[in-house]
């Protein structure tokens, strides 16, 4: 059985992270942002970008739509602001994709198109799996390339959210 309610508490930690991440990448100035470092997708703005590419090119899978995506490192907004704007969007438009979800569409099976063409099938809850563990990975990534600019990286561990009593939004 899987259980709904998990992949809910993903969705909202999910939001409340990228929520806190950006608001720190918000106090760098841009060059800071796009500064070439060493990381794979080059800076902080790329790999910020990289997490939205995957969960739009993930969210159409799901949904069955287009995402005219056509390489993980598109850059879908020059603009920080137009990004964080839009990762905001995408935050919300998962929790109500997985808030609808019931057991069985969780138990079930994705079949997509990979960008390499090929026809994939995977259990839906090794998806969200990875969706979720995805942005974590990368925003780990952004949370140590931020340690190397004047803004501290917040904290984003679950607990934060569960145990600390911290709002959706601080």
């Known amino acids: 059985m899987v259980n709904t309610d998990y992949f809910r508490q993903l969705a909202q930690y999910n939001a409340w992270a990228n929520w806190r991440l950006y608001a720190a990448c918000a106090r760098l100035d841009d060059a800071e942002r796009r ?14 970008n990289h997490i939205l590419v995957a969960d739009r090119t993930w969210l159409a899978r799901l949904t069955g739509a287009e995402h005219g995506i056509v390489n993980l490192d598109h850059e879908l907004y020059a603009d920080f602001e137009e990004l964080r704007a839009a990762r905001v969007t995408e935050d919300e438009r998962l929790i109500c994709l997985v ?15 990979s960008t390499e063409g090929e026809v994939k099938r995977k259990p839906m809850a090794q998806v969200l799996g990875h969706l979720f563990n995805h942005q974590t990975h990368h925003r780990g ?12 990286p917040p904290p984003l561990d679950l607990s934060y959210l569960l145990w600390a009593g911290s709002p959706a939004r601080r």
Do not use: M, N, W
């Open 141 to 152: 990534q952004v949370h140590a390339l931020l340690s190397d600019t004047g803004v501290p």
């Open 99 to 113: 808030g609808s979800y019931d057991e069985a569409e969780l138990a079930d099976t994705l079949c997509y198109v």
């Open 35 to 48: 500064k070439p470092r060493p990381c794979f997708f080059g800076s902080i703005h790329a790999t910020l």
